[in-house]
């Protein structure tokens, strides 16, 4: 499974991204879709999941003001995020985890920059 990001940038706050992500492969092997981010000096933290039968998890944070959506047939995951607040500001990255056999295996695609001015 390859995974191609695109999307983010810079926006001022209260204004809104967003960020696809499409995957190339095994598609047909992704059980979960998503993305997480990671701000300078911190961890890599989870933003939003969908799972192949539609469950979705979201960060506390970011509940509320972003959207995850996924689209099982073409294996692309979106992240719609309204509201941006300049603590939203981090590289973003999309991952899916695939089946490989009965293992679970991570994808990680490129991180995309978003910046988020006050």
């Known amino acids: 499974v390859q995974l191609q990001a695109s999307g983010g940038g810079l926006a001022q706050a209260g204004g809104s991204l967003r960020l696809s992500c499409a995957a190339s492969g095994s598609i047909n092997s992704i059980n979960v879709m998503g993305w997480y981010r990671q701000a300078p000096g911190k961890q890599r933290e989870l933003a939003a999941s969908v799972t192949r039968g539609g469950i979705i998890d979201y960060a506390g944070s970011v509940k509320g003001r972003f959207t995850v959506s996924r689209d099982n047939a073409k294996g692309t995951v979106d992240l719609q995020m309204n509201s941006l607040k300049p603590e939203d500001t981090a590289t973003y990255y999309c991952?899916?985890?695939?089946?490989?056999?009965?293992?679970?295996?991570?994808?990680w695609g490129q991180g995309t920059l978003v910046t988020v001015s006050s």
């Open positions: 991952k899916a985890e695939a089946y490989q056999g009965s293992r679970l295996v991570p994808y």
